[in-house]
């Protein structure tokens, strides 16, 4: 069982950064770590996804060039840096954990353990 706790989430104005942080009870056994948000009445979207043993990033279109995905081993630590937020942002984050292997990092389902979010809001 891997325990995921995020932070680091808070109210911004558009074009402001924030850095969320997901501490894991351990990334031993993990195949890949990614990032997802959900907005109000939405379905929960994959943002951004590493690969642990590789370090290998993906994102989706819709971040990219803005945000950051990055990891802490020695911490057992996954970051998201967000640069030039968008109201569009504004959901609530999550970070999720595979360790079955390597699968679809797009989908939701493919994630076996889960934190409990951390919401970012974004002001125009």
């Known amino acids: 069982q891997v325990q995921l706790a995020e932070s680091g989430g808070g109210s911004v104005q558009a074009g402001g950064s924030l850095r969320l942080s997901c501490a894991a009870s351990?990334?031993?056994?993990?195949?890949?770590m990614g990032w997802f948000r959900q907005a109000p009445g939405l379905e929960r979207e994959w943002v951004a996804a590493?690969?642990?043993?590789?370090?290998?990033?993906r994102y989706a279109d819709s971040v990219k060039g803005r945000f950051t995905i990055s990891q802490d081993r020695a911490k057992n630590t996954l970051y998201l840096q967000m640069d030039s937020l968008k109201p569009e942002d504004t959901a609530m984050y999550y970070c999720?954990?595979?360790?079955?292997?390597?699968?679809?990092?797009?989908?939701?389902?493919?994630?076996?353990?889960w934190g409990q979010g951390t919401q970012v809001t974004v002001s125009s």
């Open positions: 590493i690969f642990t043993n590789f370090g290998t990033t």
């Open positions: 999720a954990d595979n360790t079955h292997g390597y699968t679809d990092y797009q989908s939701a389902k493919d994630y076996t353990f």
């Open positions: 351990e990334t031993d056994s993990s195949y890949y």
